[in-house]
């Protein structure tokens, strides 16, 4: 029928590649199509969303330049010695505070260490609580989400109120609290409390997320047919649902990465031996005006990598975006 | 002449090339008269009243040619803010979804009023006088108290009437009703359609019926132009063309709904799909699903020829197709 | 007649009003089906018409077991369906499948049109041996009219038309006996639906199928239909054949759903008796007492108020055999022509 989006969907039909292919050179000619109703083959390829998506990705400036920045991230914090060949923990107080020279293109910190080798091992750090932390956020987040969303009455309310009241907890405030009581100096306590402040936000995304696709007719279609609960979730619903997830999930990386550096930065979060941003940033800040350099390299590389993930999150939102198709 | 369209042109520009979405519309309405436009869902009827409107999403959309006269003027060669004055004031529009076209935080009576205190710079008060005044005119009962009720408060075929009120509103030369009753049921459509009619005949306006429904038409249009792949294909006086339609695709048309009145054997179907806009077909756009193409259809576009003073069919083969 | 496949009596389904988020309180209830009965016979179609909200998409709904009656039963062949569970409620529903009315939203987009289509095979093993499903799958494309080697695309690289043969195919795989099919065509465009009717109803004969078809357009349900019921506000009002209800409609609602209807030849419009209701249908919540359709009744007297009218033959045909001796819940039912006779054009 008809209707006054006509314009749209006839836009939005011919944003098809394949659609279009197939509608030109499909004859459907024939109440009974014997064989190949149409003499010239089809030449359209089966494409699936995701394979749409990444064809739109692939041609998205944004998504290259951040993709590009990222995977540059994962390989230094696999292979920091590929590129940075001293030690991050070797330190010269004689050379404290010194700027930029051969040998050490960023300059040395206060503490004499060189200022360019702990901003590359600082990435593994970084990337490692942000990969760690939103996996863990994302599994949680949507497993429980995911499942209130399906089967919804008591357990969902209980749910929503549960997040609420997670809602209400200030992070930072919850950080300095819970974190200043563990002595661990090893990344897991920060992981472990942004998972458990993290998954609400993931947990109502995918809430929502479950409760449309459940209401899309080919679920019903599926269940009209006798398909089991788990059968509904896991080949009708998750992969319909899980756009959204992994788009504030890839947001949330970004979030995750910036907050262990403000935890660290008031003394919370990691602790030295470690070597982190948040560490070098806070133990740089007092020196400000006489080595400016010793925190602008480390906030510059955290301030790149949030940005990137950030965008990578647009990016991705843009190009699963079923409007827009 | 009311309203004047000629040739116009309309493009989508589009991930995967550019859509042509009206390639060459030419069409007029005179005051008092009823002009159906029928098609099918990307056959330009709504990108038409659009750009007549003025209300065509630019980019994507670009009018690449044409004139829409109204009242004699150019409405292309208007700047946007003279453009803005015809709007509302000089022509109006009704759409489909009458739920998403009123604003959900304003009473019906502010929105009916804003018209006045916008476009007449009546007071406030005056403009709820006169908003009173116009449902009662739509037929809503209970107008005085209904006024300051929100557009949830009123069912499908009462928010219509909203939507035609508003329309009404400024007293407009020329109505756009972009099927104003698709989503209605089928008695409400009835009450909705009559009340247009009958008002058009009181204000003797221009009205643009645009629709898919061949029996809507027959009801209440006087002339008739059925679009295809942006194009007219066929234009025509109401009775003619339910007798002998004069385009193998308003035949097919005509053909291929049922009957209330019979029980019928196998309907005929028009075979295959309407064309992808990104690729209308050379020659005759209709030609792959037409049953009486030929050579020539593949190739020449046919020009709309004269069937008789009032009539014009946009097929080579239009005389066999009248007579068959 | 052939024999009953489907009976349905006594069926209601109500959805409680609820306020309060963690402890709920009933405040009432929106009565979407109140009491509906209706017979269908093996190979035939059965044509339910109404406005929105009547309850008729319920109906389907509930006939495939997607939601479960409030009261009443459902006998799929003198068997109780409404409440199997397990592997009968299974096996019942391979017999009653459904098509459903939006070819959008229907196919899951992330799935093969093949997947679609051998879905109902890994849920239902035992029809299919799994060696033999891609040929079946491609065996019902080329049923619907579609090439076969389409197998491996997806959704929405179809039209709305060949969407909905997809659907259609679906529906077909675990070979039905019953199809439900809640607006079929009513989200196509105008040249498409009638290749999806003329589709149906080869399908219909192929495979010995029988049809609940649920529909707003009157002229596309009396021509698939056999018989033809008229539901408003949760009840159907008037149950017969296509002629009777048709050409003799007695209940008022019918009339005037007919006579509303916009017929294409201008002809007509000059020689056709209107009949235009006054206001809205009520809301479901606050059924009217009485006959429910009495408040938009243009003959509607006091005793509507009081009486239930029953949906039997009406007292004043009883003893007639004529057409108009169908079943029509109204007390003060009356023979009227409102289509006008078949002229050809």
Known sequence: MSDPREPARAIAGTGMGGAMDLAASEAETLERAPGGPDGGAPTGKPRSLWSDAWHDLRRNPVFLVSALVILFLIFISLWPSAIASGSPLRCDLAKAQEGSQPGAPFGYDGQGCDVYTRTVYGARTSVAVGVCATLGVAVLGSVLGGLAGFFGGVWDSILSRITDIFFAIPVVLGGLVLLSVVTSSTIWPVIGFMVLLGWPQISRIARGAVITAKQNDYVQAARALGASNSRLLLRHIAPNAVAPVIVVATIALGTYIALEATLSYLGVGLKPPSVSWGIDISAASPYIRNAPHALLWPSGALAVTVLAFIMLGDAVRDALDPRLR | MLLDVRDLHVEFRTRDGIAKAVNGVTYSVDAGETLAVLGESGSGKSVTAQAVMGILDMPPGRITGGEVLFQGRDLLKLKEEERRKVRGAEMAMIFQDALSALNPVLTVGDQLGEMFVVHRGMSKKDARARAVELMDRVRIPGAKERVRQYPHQFSGGMRQRIMIAMALALEPALIIADEPTTALDVTVQAQVMELLAELRRELNMGLILITHDLGVVADVADRIAVMYAGRIVESSPVHDIYKAPAHPYTRGLLDSIPRLDQKGQELYAIKGLPPSLLNIPPGCAFHPRCPMARDVCRTDVPPLYEVSEERGSACHFWRECLHG | ?345
């Open chain 3, 1 to 345: 007649m052939a024999e009953p496949i489907l009976e349905v009596r006594g069926l209601v389904k109500h959805y409680p009003l609820t306020t309060g988020v963690l402890f709920k309180k009933q405040v009432g209830s929106v009565k979407a089906v109140d009491g509906v009965d209706f017979t269908l016979h093996r190979g035939e179609t059965l044509g339910i018409v109404g406005e929105s909200g009547c309850g008729k998409s319920t109906v389907a709904r509930m006939l495939v077991n997607l939601e479960k009656p409030t009261a009443g039963v459902i006998r799929y062949k003198g068997e109780d369906i409404t409440q199997l569970t397990g592997k009968a409620l299974k096996a019942v529903r391979r017999n009653i499948q459904m098509v459903f009315q939006d070819p959008y939203t229907s196919l899951n987009p992330r799935m093969t049109v093949g997947d679609i289509i051998g879905e109902p095979y890994e849920i239902h093993p035992e029809v299919a041996p799994k060696g033999d499903r891609g040929r079946r799958v491609q065996e019902l494309l080329e049923v619907v009219g579609l090439n076969p080697e389409y197998i491996n695309r997806y959704p929405h690289q179809f039209s709305g038309g060949q969407r909905q043969r997809i659907g259609i195919a679906r529906g077909l795989a675990l070979r039905p006996e019953i199809i439900v099919a809640d607006e079929p065509v009513s989200a196509l465009d105008v040249s498409v639906q009638a290749q999806v009717i003329n589709l149906m109803e080869r399908l219909q004969n192929e495979f010995d199928l029988s049809y609940i078809f649920i529909a707003h357009d009157l002229s596309i349900v009396r021509h698939i239909s056999d018989r033809v019921g008229v539901m408003y506000l949760g009840r159907i009002m008037e149950i017969g054949t296509d002629e009777e209800i048709y050409d003799h409609p007695t209940h008022p609602y019918t009339q005037a759903l007919l006579s509303a209807v916009p017929v294409p030849d201008p002809e007509a419009r000059e020689h056709r008796e209107r009949i235009i209701l006054a206001g809205d249908v009520p809301s479901p919540t606050n059924i009217p007492s009485g006959c429910r359709f009495r408040t938009r009744c243009f003959k509607a007297r006091e005793r509507c108020a009081l009486e239930v009218p029953a949906l039997a033959v009406p007292a004043e045909f009883r003893l007639t055999t004529g057409p108009a001796a169908h079943d029509s819940a109204c007390l003060f039912a009356e023979e009227k022509q409102v289509v006008p006779p078949e002229e050809t054009r």
